[in-house]
């Protein structure tokens, strides 16, 4: 078993990641909770729910509602239901929240736990390798239609309960996905993880690779969270080809490529444009050999994908912030002008297709 | 011109008062705003919108949105509209929303503020009596069909500029809402204020009466959310004859009676629970006087209230807790079992009936 700690402004919380968690749950979670809502989407709810319901058996007042799978549950009509259902259970503030799920459900059901009654306990059991990212400093949203996380919280879980056996079932496109952002934080850190992040091989990931790769991500994660958790300064560079990703995500109506995926596509464009070309290669060759969807990148319009760049939470007065590389382990934070940004995409288009 | 400030963890903001203060609004307001989102109701925009804009013309960027007046507003689908109203406008994080109104306006724009793009600044300009007090202390909310504020957030504005100019003209029936939260203040501080309060005449009000009891009720929020902003503890006496005027409302619909005018009924029966009848007495000679609808009680069903309180936001395991006074300026907090409440209602209901 492994145990993180995070510390943000009032509040300090515990990750723990151990295998087979889920069956011990009802250890890890205070008695003191008068009722438990467990989240969760159809897939996840096939696999683990009854594990989960069954540690939690000898409580009274628990409560599930399954919502289906996928980034479209992530939205407005969704929140009010469950606000509802919050409603329907009479869960009161000394109620808990759990998202059961990856990064989808922690982003809803924090958000619903973040405003029911404005604020109930909430506690993250992430299944998948890409809510290692998610599950840890506070982000809650859902997304408008004019594009993600448009609307949410910032809002810290009571603790995140990893059960990394969860993860070992993941089907091949979601390790990309999660992969996806391990590489980001990889390359945000150190050479020497970079380095290591690709030679991993993702239709053969051993238990201790992972593992190994989590706990890196969630330390990374949570050491800029302690700094800066309203994202006011290094947190920003936590959205390393965010920008590029939330675009594509939204033109292709968040379907047919995962959040993780479509972040390694926004961050080998900024290491493009960093003009680190040394990782920028290390990474196209990586992100060929696990197949990674490059070849969506061709049939993007790129007007199209700046207009949403410009429509990103990030953008200021229009003009779209981005986060490039000095070199590995060196982001910072500018300001591409519009034109610019059509060329190295034009470029970019090219230069993935290859 | 007078000036507070409230210090809650990791903000200080100031409230401002002076008369006139709308058409100096743009010396109060930075200039490093992106951008500014006006938000007011139908019935404060035909009197003062144009006097704000006006005032904010050096700007650009200035938006507004005019919504329907009344509590039923304060919706689920309002919420959503002015969200997609601040995605229309493209509102980013350096945007400013200005909430210019009542209490209505003041908690669904700042439950905008603080979800639109995970919070971004808010001002805000009350124009009424009952404003003072949910104007400070950063909670805002919306309502669920199944009761008030089960939605919302703590999140302060940057600043609360009041113009006291805009309450002369409040019509009788606001005045009377507002000083329901003046007068549950003036119980809650101590004696000497609060029978000055009593003194009041609602139809005849000068001035320096209201600006005195602002300052004062503002000076007493303000301490008390400064010591207990998350209502863990003292900040639950502010609750003082809202459960049941709460419970009231919703079984009218948010009609036909305010939300003071129904904290001075809850209240009064707080003070009949506690057994302190000097302040009873006082407080409802007052109510008589200056036509509070206490005549609403002979209609009311008991046992739907009690179903009503059990479900407010401060239930805990479907028992109520209830605010009582021991003496003026000596609140605590207490459960109420079903029983007593029936029958503490049904006396009650006889008594202000005479």
Known sequence: MDRL???VPGKTYEVILSDGLRHQLDDYIEKAYSSVLIIADQQVADLYLNDITNSLKD???????????????KSFEWYKKLLDYC????????SLIIALGGGMIGDLAGFVAASYLRGVSFIQLPTSILAHDSSVGGKVAINHEEGKNLIGAFYHPDKVLYDTETIRTLPLKEKRSGY???????????EGWFSEVVTRRLDSLSSEEVRADLIRGIELKASIVERDEKESDVRKHLNLGHTLAHAIEAELHY???THGEAVVIGTLFALHVSGLNDSYQKLLEWAKDNDYPLDVMADMDVHAL?????MDKKAEKGQINYV????VGLPYV??????????????FKSEVRE
Chains 1, 2 share one sequence.
């Open 180 to 190: 996806g952002e391990v590489v980001k934080h990889a390359l945000l850190s150190d």
């Open 306 to 310: 700046v207009d949403r760049m410009k």
């Open 255 to 257: 379907h047919s490529l």
């Open 87 to 94: 409603v329907e259970c009479r869960l009161d503030r000394k």
């Open 59 to 73: 409580r009274e007042q628990v409560f599930q509602k399954v919502i289906p799978a996928g980034e479209s549950s």
């Open 324 to 327: 490039l590389m000095e070199g």
């Open 5 to 7: 700690q995070v510390h």
């Open 334 to 347: 500018t300001r591409l002008d519009e034109k610019r940004l059509v060329q190295s995409l034009k470029h």
